[in-house]
């Protein structure tokens, strides 16, 4: 594939020019193949940060990623509730819940099909039993289907929004109520990709209630309920009113803290989770722990 480099595209990274020229492929595997020397500018390899200057040949040869493989994997898993039709488990921090990009082992379905014979497929071969996701570096319960009649009983359950969702998030800042609701639209940053915002007027429809659990100097720790599911939504939601999650760089969080080690990961944990269950209809919560390191780093912030 040749293109050749406009003035239009003066000031561009590589990897955004082409993105916008190749719009069917994603940034992350443009960036690949730039990686791997697939692309050429002038014949030479370039970097994907590289800014265009206007005038270039670029030469593309494309490749078919990696196939991905959901593999067992014996991985521990804390159980917090199980029946026929669905399990529960406490995600730790750090971990992804399906392979990905540039993450193909160490999940948490590569632990659950190690765990269990069957979980539905309604998901597709690469997220056996995921219904919904928490971000990698939160922590907290999480429910996993076993077969399909259950998967597609809780998805309705989720998409009618008929899932109580409840965190607990320690904030920078002191939050000046002891309640309230943020309601705003949520999108993806234009500028950075990786980002989401609520600063747009267009975006999906969102809204996140919090109330204040207990005040430190600097800090504010919340309870956060959701009627939504939007993509960092807690995380977007509280840095919008000027309070990002402790840890949370991406969002405005300071890297660091004078006087406290690295958290190595945002204080956002999923607290509880309350459904109805497929078989009998039978409401329940299930309630996963504050993760002890958190307890603790938050127990230090009064020693600094």
């Not at 991985?75 to 990009?101: C, F, R």
């Not at 259950?150 to 109520?177: D, I, M, N, T």
């Amino acid at each position: 594939m040749r293109l050749s480099a406009e003035s239009s595209d003066a000031g561009k990274r590589l990897d955004q020019m082409l993105h916008e020229r190749l719009p069917g492929f994603s940034r992350s595997r443009i960036q690949e193949w730039i990686k791997a020397g697939r692309v050429l500018v002038d014949g030479a390899p370039a970097r994907s940060s590289r800014l265009v200057r206007g005038a270039e040949i670029v030469e593309l040869e494309p490749a078919q990623p990696p196939p991905l493989h959901a593999a067992p994997e014996d991985i521990p898993l804390a159980i917090l509730y199980e029946d026929q039709d669905l399990v529960a488990v406490d995600k730790p921090a750090g971990m992804v819940v399906h392979a990905g990009a540039g993450v193909h082992s160490g999940t948490l379905v590569n632990a659950l099909l190690h765990r269990f014979q069957t979980l539905s497929e309604v998901g597709g071969p690469l997220r056996p039993g995921i219904v919904h996701r928490l971000d990698r570096y939160t922590s907290g319960v999480l429910l996993v289907a076993k077969n399909d009649a259950a998967h597609r009983h809780l998805a309705a359950q989720f998409s009618g929004r008929k899932v109580e969702k409840v965190y607990l998030a320690l904030v920078h800042g002191r939050v000046p109520l002891e309640s309230g609701r943020i309601e705003r639209p949520i999108a993806r940053d234009p500028v950075h990709r990786t980002r989401m915002t609520a600063r747009l007027s267009q975006g999906r429809a969102a809204w996140s209630e919090y109330r204040v659990l207990r005040r430190f100097a600097r800090f504010t720790f919340l309870e956060v309920r959701i009627g939504t599911g939007r993509t960092h939504q807690i995380r977007v939601h509280l840095a919008s009113i000027g309070h990002p999650v402790a840890g949370d760089a991406l969002y405005g969080a300071p890297a660091r803290i004078d006087g406290m080690p690295p958290l190595g990961r945002y204080f956002l944990h999923a607290r509880r989770i309350r459904f109805h269950l497929p078989s009998t209809g039978l409401e329940i919560a299930v309630e996963a722990p504050l993760p002890a390191s958190l307890a603790e780093w938050m127990e230090a912030l009064e020693r600094v």
